[in-house]
């Protein structure tokens, strides 16, 4: 492990929050590829939801050297509103409506199926294959089929694209709990990466070490080709033990300008969701108050004197605070401490996506729905984490 003392911060805490804090409030729209840059960096992301990882891998390469441009050879999901969403921010490459082991049929380790041999023809090489695989079924808030979940086996497909794709770099996020799974599909994922020839090494991250204002942590699993001259090791190591980060954002850095959009919209993007009486009142409570948690009491009879575990829901957020996980239930006051520190109303979409570091500029315009946009803004990965993680690996692209 690297010593803290060895990780020195390129630029001061200062300037930091002030640049990325620019760049999430944003609003002039990028162009990732350029047909006139010198090199392309071909990119696949499956499970790839609206875009988290691929925005995040755009604002490592744009930053790094003006001859990078991201090339989105594939991205493919089966969510329809997602793609959408994807495809308005990253119009090159294929946008593909479709489940992943239809593409990578073949068993871990048997010769290529012809349907494969289709996939490796029509996208060719690639330098990064991401992706995020349904991490549900490890979740530790799915109480009915945790760790033994058919869609955990998604996972190792991710090793089975490998082989067909052939990327220099992989990278593979899921939830902590993922290492549990009853199959052993880390293991699996890793065992079959290294038999190609790929050093593999995993870790789980806290999203505050890469500049992320929550407290999410995830497991991630990165592979570099032999003869790449970078360890994935060491990779992860400069991100755990980074010190700009060691005093996490907080709620106000990321949303404090937003406080009163939504009284001047009827942009579903920009207004919270509409509670209950009773939820109302519990908001007001807190408020009125200025607590962060709902006393016993006040909380349904199914929270009260200790009959539930996760004892943040109905709960307030703070802002000398980050924020907790954002999930697809953030307009929910009984799925999370999702209420505003200052007024009684849930976060909006708006204010979730900055949580989640998506920059203003990320259109979510083609989501269609509220439910669409918790969905894929609860379900994605934070750019900046992406952002700081494909930093590392660049030099092996």
Sequence with gaps: MVPHTLIQPLKDRRTLDREDQRLLRSTARRRWFQSRRTRN????????????????????????????????????????????????????????????????????????????????????????????????????????????????????????????????????????????DRRGVVKTTKNDLRRQGYEVSDAVVSMTFTGVPQLRKRHVLVATRSGTLLDPQEILMRIVNRTEFLKPRDIRWAISDLRTHWKKSDDIFETPSVPSEENFRRMEYLIKNQVDKLPNRLRPKCHQNGNHSYYSVYGRMNWKKPAQTITTGFGSTGQGCYVHPDFPRTITPHEAARLQTFPDFFDFSRAGSRTALARMIGNAVPPFFMRALVREVLPAL
């Design 41 to 180: 960096l071909r990119l696949a992301d499956l499970f790839s939801g609206c875009g988290g990882m691929t925005a995040g891998v755009a604002l490592a390469t744009a930053e790094a050297d003006p001859k990078f441009s991201l090339e989105t050879t594939l991205a493919l999901d089966t969510d329809p509103a997602a793609m959408e969403v994807h495809s308005a921010n990253f119009p090159r490459g294929e946008h593909l409506i479709a489940r992943v082991e239809d593409l990578f049929d073949g068993e871990l380790g048997a010769r290529l199926t012809r349907k494969e041999h289709r996939t490796r023809l029509q996208y060719g090489e690639i330098d990064l294959l991401v992706g995020g695989p349904p991490c549900q079924g490890n979740s530790n808030l799915n109480n009915h089929s945790r760790r033994n979940d058919p869609r955990n086996a998604l996972y190792a497909r991710m090793a089975r694209a490998a082989q067909v794709l052939s990327p220099t770099v992989v990278i593979i996020e899921n939830v902590p709990a993922v290492i549990h």
